[in-house]
């Protein structure tokens, strides 16, 4: 697993992640295996992310969707 | 269809962040065809729910979330259970009950004959969540449940949207189909909208006691706890079946908890005859009784009016109610507790009949409407005042005869206010106690008003930091949610059917059984509610009545006086009113001296006009200038003369504002009664403006002119905030009456109970100096002769004097006074160290109290003396091993120094300190002083005309402060010397140039004169401190000006203590 924290261009297909687009290669979205959500602190910045662990033709990305920074990749798995 | 099975509401108190309103609206909103609501342990927004999803066309189910301990294991499992129908809810409500009682369940309430006996699957759906559980607890409690055949048991998956929730909810869904259960959809949602997270979160923090900068893990990490749409929930929960139980459980669930009837409480009714019937026999049989001596006009619309009100009363089913009421309150005389109808109620014939409240409406033109009319929605409230001490027997004797099971208290939803809000959210920020402390008293208690209004305030304690926006983000959040359930103040739930099939019943810290709905939703479920009041001022008639029998012989007919004895009134309009019920303070005293009351209605009026709706809309001195003849009466139409005659004009009433709109304006008495209610809250400005048109629409239709109609629109608008209705003011204006006619007949006897019972305001020094102005001697705490109570002593003058009581002595607690009368009983105590040998258990500073009061007069009149004795006795009785044979006195003459005698400044410090009050007032003391410098005694101002606007220098003890807020800044301080008070007002650029001077206990003023009749007033330009003129002051403790000084005293005694161990 590796940290990564890059930003990416996802595109949607029925308001889901179908092609991830990263260091200038396209991947496909073959499986969705997991979602979730944080926000940070209210009194903060109250950032809100969605997560998706996705299995893609280059392995599973941990993905994020944040209302400050827009879609960023957040771990990569081996 | 589809819905939430599993919402908290702001019910679940600290755990939910949204109404039930705002759920049902977010829920529709969502396209949700259903929501079920389902708070911790209750189902306190059950009416609310139900209310507002009738109103917006969705279904309302009714659930309550808990937990279950599993067997010996840590392990627990969360449940909700929804109701299918009304057996459900009840099951659910005995669920809930028990629940309180027992604080948790475990799984051997599971098991068949524990409390989920009767959850069966006729009437409830129980869901086992995977909430925060472990998921071999939650395997153990499917395993437990599926083996129940007899309950409907679903497994519950929801997408807690943290990491692999997914997984979770595969892991329950093969669990539960390995055991042959059903599975389905039950998000867990805190909240209606991803906003409220964060008030969700500040909630959490304050419930479990942490900052907000301390992890936890009940502590939300995301926003998605809150109502979403199907279609969103389809995307990330992939078990369809789920789905389709949400559906089925939606159309099981099929109940309806507001009812259209009411559900009485259970009157006595001989068999073979109806409630209505009873009711009009005893109407009938006690009228010739009650208007045996009213002449003929009123006996004749007495009967009418009966009639009408008997027919009203039968329509609306509320027939065993008035008996039921009748019942309590005979009861309660029957065993000599003081009773009085009060409210709207007194408007009613039916209740002054029957002899629950006592005011004739016919002869004070009460408006029946008022209380109850045809298209009155929900039962009426009958509010009895009991004499507050007795008032517990009375409660007893209810939960006696209604059984403990149709009888309870309602609740309260205590919200958050300003200052809790501040509080809560500023521990949870972190801040030290001392600091918390200081930025809730940085605001004012009680108001709802913005918290940026009091940023300023705020900043001076914590300075401008960013914390501060934070602090005012977090009490914003907090305001109107509920904090916790608290207990009605008297409103009493009484049913025929066992309550438990209502409501549950909970506990409260001192024991009573409380249900869990407000009055408001109390009275959505057709249940009754009887107000049972505590009433200081009737317990301090009953005992005045009680000690003018035991000492003189005669019980006085209070409830028959005539209500036009001339003394009474001219005590009244001197405005020696310190005492009397609701005409004490010194606002009243000076709306007396210009009202000058000559009859009974003067005094209901005089009780009418004292509040913040007339004061604020400026009907008080049109009235009072009508009333002496100042001013001419003239009415706006014609058609206002018989209902505004009697007030000269002006609008005073609650009931006149219903029969304006009902008569000029042509609404119904329905549409009227809600535009009083719109009218005295001024709650809604759009509603108001809508009421506005009508108002006026209604009163051109009846032919009057536009302009006119406005007008009078305009007068009856400014009836805004609290003002009373006819039928309360005359209520309370014949306790106004009683009072006084029992100060000014039997004063001893009054004040010895006023003090007993202390309804009033003023401290307890304040009440003896009134005493003594009265010419009632008091007689200070004597251990051979004072009792438990205030009692009555022929002085050497002989006359009546008030005896002060063993327990006005500081830490001479009720037990103490016990043992010293027990033992008194038995033989007079002979010496000082017979008092402390005969009572061993108590304490030795108690002893030393009571010396140094001087309450051992008579066995030694050196109270240092007295109090170094009983030092002696004490030391060498605990030192002494057995009893003597012979005894032989434990102290010589030598054992006690020579020691000085009290001087008069160390007397009065040790009675305040000792006693509450002093037997001689301060300024006595100082009075050749202040004469030289020629500061006036507060009595000879009197005698001083106000019209000539003199300068005068007066002094004395503060007593009262107030600072009302309709006052625009005006401090009014009222003197206390030695011949009577004053009252001074400070303007506001004086009270900020002496601010630091007012705060002293002592005051040299110096002002204006002004006054009318008899009553006098200084506008104060000068303040000293009573120190720096006449020098070397320390006796008086009362700082806290109206506070009882004994307290005051307690508080104190650690700077006190400083004193009297130099003097000792």
């Known amino acids: 697993m590796k940290l990564m924290m890059e930003p990416i261009d996802v595109g949607l297909n029925r308001n889901q992640p179908s092609i991830i687009c990263w260091r200038g290669g396209t991947y496909d979205v073959e499986q969705i295996l997991d979602t979730w959500s944080s926000r940070g602190p209210w009194w903060g910045s109250d950032e809100r992310r969605s997560y998706l662990l996705l299995v893609t033709t280059s392995g599973v990305m941990e993905i994020f969707h944040s209302n400050l920074s827009g879609w960023m990749l957040s771990r990569m798995f081996d | 269809m589809f819905g939430s099975l599993h919402t908290r509401s702001h019910f679940s108190f600290l755990d939910g962040g949204s109404s039930p309103e705002v759920l049902a609206e977010t829920a529709q909103a969502c396209g949700h065809a259903a929501l079920a609501i389902t708070d911790v342990n209750g189902v306190y927004a059950a009416v609310r729910h139900q209310r507002a999803c009738r109103r917006l066309g969705i279904k309302g189910l009714i659930g309550i979330d808990c937990s279950v301990a599993l067997g010996a294991t840590t392990g627990r499992v969360d449940l909700t259970v929804l109701a299918r129908n009304a057996d459900g809810y009840r099951a659910i409500c005995r669920l809930s009950t028990w629940l309180h009682e027992h604080h948790a369940l475990s799984d051997e309430q599971l098991a068949p004959g524990g409390a989920f006996d009767d959850l069966v699957a006729d009437r409830c759906i129980i869901i086992v969540h995977t909430l925060s559980t472990r998921s071999e607890d939650v395997e153990a409690a499917l395993r437990i449940l599926s083996g129940r055949t007899e309950l409907c048991v679903y497994a519950g998956i929801s997408h807690d949207a943290r990491p692999w929730a997914v997984r979770r909810m595969r892991a329950m869904v093969d669990c539960a189909r390995g055991m042959g259960l059903r599975i389905v959809l039950a998000q867990d949602v805190r909240y209606a909208g991803r906003d409220a997270y964060a008030v969700h979160d500040l909630m959490i923090c304050i419930r479990e006691g942490i900052t907000i900068h301390q992890p936890h893990p009940l502590r939300p990490v995301h926003d998605r706890n809150c109502l979403r749409s199907e279609q969103d929930l389809r995307t990330i929960v992939p078990f369809p079946e789920a789905f389709d139980a949400v559906d089925e459980i939606i159309r099981l669930c099929d109940f309806d908890l507001l009812p259209e009837h009411i559900t009485p409480p259970g009157a006595r009714v001989p068999e073979g005859r109806t409630s209505d019937e009873v009711l009009r026999q005893m109407c009938q049989d006690a009228f010739d009784r009650r208007y045996a001596r009213a002449v003929a006009a009123t006996q004749q619309r007495a009967r009418e009016l009966l009639e009408h009100e008997l027919q009203v009363i039968a329509e609306l089913q509320l027939s065993d109610f008035f008996l039921v009421v009748h019942e309590v309150t005979e009861h309660a005389r029957s065993r000599g507790i003081r009773c009085s109808g009060r409210g709207s109620a007194a408007n009613s014939v039916v209740a002054y009949v029957l002899g629950i409240t006592g005011v004739c409406p016919v002869e004070h033109h009460l408006l029946f409407e008022r209380f109850l009319h045809r298209g009155r929605k929900g039962t009426p409230d009958i509010d009895v005042d009991f004499d507050s001490e007795r008032r517990g027997e009375v409660i007893a004797w209810m939960e006696e005869r209604f059984g403990l099971e149709q009888t309870a208290m309602t609740a309260t939803i205590i919200t958050y206010r300003l200052r809790m809000a501040i509080r809560d959210a500023a521990k949870a920020l972190g801040w030290p106690e001392e600091t918390v402390r200081a930025l809730s008293k940085a605001v004012p208690g009680y108001t709802n008003n913005d918290v940026g209004i009091y940023r300023a305030e705020l900043a001076a304690v914590v300075g401008d930091v960013p914390m501060l926006d934070i602090l005012l983000k977090s009490v914003q959040l907090l305001i109107d949610h509920p904090r916790h359930l608290g207990q009605h103040s008297g409103g009493m739930v009484l049913s025929s059917k066992p309550l438990e099939m209502l409501t549950p019943v909970q506990r409260s810290a001192n024991g009573v059984a409380v249900v869990q709905f407000d009055k408001d939703d109390v009275e959505a479920l057709g249940l009754v509610k009887f107000d049972v009041l505590g009433l200081r001022m009737l317990a301090c008639i009953s005992e005045c009545c009680e000690l003018v029998a035991r000492h003189t012989g005669t019980m006085p007919e209070i409830d028959d006086l005539p209500l036009d004895d001339a003394k009474t009134f001219e005590t009244i309009r001197s405005g020696r009113t310190l005492g009397i019920f609701q005409i004490e303070s010194q606002g009243q005293i000076h709306l007396l001296a210009k009202h000058q009351p000559e009859r009974f209605s003067d005094l209901v009026t005089e009780v009418a006009l004292f509040r913040p709706g007339p004061l604020q809309g400026g009907m008080v001195h049109p009235y009072i200038a009508r009333r002496r003849g100042k001013e001419p009466v003239t009415f ?429």
Not at chain 2, 677 to 686: A, I, P, Q, T
Not at chain 2, 824 to 845: C, G, I, K, M, Y
Not at chain 2, 865 to 894: F, H, N, T, Y
Request: glycine share 6%; proline share 5%; hydrophobic share 40%.
């Open chain 2, 636 to 1064: 706006p139409h014609p058609d206002l003369e018989p209902i505004l005659s009697d007030t000269l004009g002006i609008v005073l009433f609650q009931e006149q504002v219903l029969e304006i709109a009902h008569r000029f304006a042509g609404m119904t008495l329905e549409e009227a009664d809600d535009f009083r209610s719109l009218v005295s809250k001024n709650r809604d400005r759009h509603l108001m403006a809508a009421m506005r048109d009508r108002f006026v629409q209604g009163a051109c239709r009846r032919g009057v002119d536009v302009a006119t109609a406005e007008e009078v629109y305009e007068i009856v608008s400014h009836f805004v905030g609290y003002g009373f209705c006819r039928s309360h003011a005359a209520a309370f204006a014949k306790i106004v009456y009683q009072s006084a006619w029992l100060k000014t007949h039997h004063t001893a006897a009054y004040m010895a109970a006023f003090m007993q019972h202390r309804p009033g305001m003023y401290n307890l020094m304040t009440l003896e100096e009134e005493s003594r102005r009265w010419g009632v001697q008091i007689l200070p705490c004597h251990i051979q002769h004072s009792g438990m109570r205030y009692d009555l002593e022929v002085d050497s003058h002989g006359r009546m004097a008030i005896r002060k009581p063993l327990t006005a002595m500081r830490s001479v607690s009720q037990d103490i006074a016990r043992q010293i009368i027990w033992e008194r009983a038995r033989a007079p105590f002979s010496s000082v160290e017979d008092v402390v040998l005969r009572l061993p258990q108590v304490p030795r500073d108690t002893l030393e109290v009571i010396a140094m009061a001087g309450a051992m007069h008579d066995l030694e009149p050196d109270a240092r003396r007295a109090a170094w004795i009983v030092g002696v006795v004490r030391q060498r009785q605990s030192k002494a091993a057995d009893e003597p044979l012979l005894r032989v006195s434990m102290v010589c003459e030598e054992d006690v120094p020579n020691l000085p005698e009290l001087r008069a400044q160390e007397r009065l410090a040790y009675d305040y300190i000792m006693q509450g009050a002093a037997r001689v007032h301060p300024m006595t003391l100082y009075r050749r002083s202040m004469m030289s410098m020629e500061i006036r005694p507060i009595e000879t101002l009197r005698r001083l005309s106000p019209d000539a606007k003199l300068t005068v220098t007066t002094a004395g003890i503060v007593i009262l402060r107030q600072s009302p807020p309709t006052a625009n800044g005006m401090l009014f301080v009222t003197l206390e010397d030695e011949s009577g008070f004053l009252q001074c007002v400070v303007p506001p650029q004086v009270r900020e140039r002496f601010r630091q001077e007012l705060r002293s206990s002592a005051l040299v003023l110096r002002g204006t004169l002004h006054g009318i009749g008899s009553w006098r007033s200084i506008m104060v330009s000068d303040v000293h401190v009573l120190t720096k003129v006449i020098g070397g002051y320390h006796g008086h403790l009362s700082y806290a000006g109206g506070q009882d000084t004994l307290e005051v005293g307690r508080n104190r005694m650690e700077s006190s203590a400083v004193v009297i161990t130099g003097i000792v």
